[in-house]
T-cell receptor, first 115, second 116 residues
Framework: AQSVTQLDSHVSVSEGTPVLLRCNYSSSYSPSLFWYVQHPNKGLQLLLK??????LVKGINGFEAEFKKSETSFHLTKPSAHMSDAAEYFC?????????????FGSGTRLQVQP | GAVVSQHPSRVICKSGTSVKIECRSL??????MFWYRQFPKQSLMLMATSNEGSKATYEQGVEKDKFLINHASLTLSTLTVTSAHPEDSSFYIC????????????FGSGTRLTVV
C-alpha cells in the first residue's frame, strides 16, 4: 500500500522569506514522487519530480525538493517566497495499481504569502 | 511542452440531465488518461483510468454507469456524468501521461460542474 502525508494543511510566510512544505510518504517500492501546484479553479502544474536519479531535485520557479529515503520525506523548499507563489501544493506518489501506473495525492498544503 | 485542454471550464446543469466533459492532448498522444474529482478544499481522488480503444478502469466506489468514459482516439477522452444530481457537483480534472516527461503527468485546467 502507498500513502502520502502532507504535514501542514496551511502555511503562511512573508514575502521574501523561505518556504518549507513538508511531505512524507510510504511505499513498498522505490517511488516516483512529484510536487504539483494548483491555483484557484485551475488545473495542476508540475513543479518537479523525483524518479530515482539525483536526490536533490530542482524545479520551476525556484522550487526544489530533497528525497530522503531514511526519513521517507520529500519536502518542498524555496529560498524566497513571492506573492505569486500563493496557491495549493500537492505532494504526489506514483504507483503501480493493478497493472497500471496511477497517482496518489496528498491532502494538499495551502500556501499564503503575506506582503 | 505537453498541453492538455479540458472543456468546458464551467458548466451548470439541471438535475437529471447529462453533461459531457472533454479532455484533449494537444501536442502528444495519450494512450492513457485519468479522471479525477476534487471536492472543495480537498485533494484529488482518482475516479477512473481511461485507455484508448478499451474500457475504462474505475476505482472502487465509482459508479461506471453514472460516469461514462470514452477514449476513442489517442488525443481525446470524454467523461459523461449521466442523470446528474446536486451531489455530483464538483471539480473534475483530467490528466494524461506524457511519455516524454518520463512518468510526468499533464493536467487539464479542470471543469467546475454545478448541478441545480
Amino acid at each position: 500500500a502507498q500513502s502520502v502525508t502532507q504535514l501542514d494543511s496551511h502555511v503562511s510566510v512573508s514575502e521574501g522569506t523561505p518556504v518549507l512544505l513538508r511531505c512524507n510518504y510510504s511505499s513498498s517500492y522505490s517511488p516516483s514522487l512529484f510536487w504539483y501546484v494548483q491555483h484557484p479553479n485551475k488545473g495542476l502544474q508540475l513543479l518537479l519530480k523525483y524518479t530515482s536519479a539525483a536526490t536533490l531535485v530542482k524545479g520551476i520557479n525556484g522550487f526544489e525538493a530533497e528525497f530522503k529515503k531514511s526519513e521517507t520525506s520529500f519536502h518542498l523548499t524555496k529560498p524566497s517566497a513571492h506573492m505569486s507563489d500563493a496557491a495549493e501544493y500537492f505532494c504526489v506518489v506514483s504507483e503501480w495499481r493493478t497493472g497500471r501506473r496511477a497517482l496518489t495525492f496528498g491532502s494538499g498544503t495551502r500556501l499564503q504569502v503575506q506582503p | 511542452g505537453a498541453v492538455v485542454s479540458q472543456h468546458p471550464s464551467r458548466v451548470i446543469c439541471k438535475s437529471g440531465t447529462s453533461v459531457k466533459i472533454e479532455c484533449r492532448s494537444l501536442d502528444f498522444q495519450a494512450t492513457t488518461m485519468f479522471w479525477y474529482r476534487q471536492f472543495p478544499k480537498q485533494s484529488l481522488m482518482l475516479m477512473a483510468t481511461s485507455n484508448e480503444g478499451s474500457k475504462a478502469t474505475y476505482e472502487q466506489g465509482v459508479e461506471k454507469d453514472k460516469f461514462l468514459i470514452n477514449h476513442a482516439s489517442l488525443t481525446l477522452s470524454t467523461l459523461t456524468v449521466t442523470s446528474a444530481h446536486p451531489e455530483d457537483s464538483s471539480f473534475y480534472i483530467c490528466s494524461a501521461r506524457d511519455r516524454g516527461l518520463a512518468y510526468g503527468y499533464t493536467f487539464g485546467s479542470g471543469t467546475r460542474l454545478t448541478v441545480v
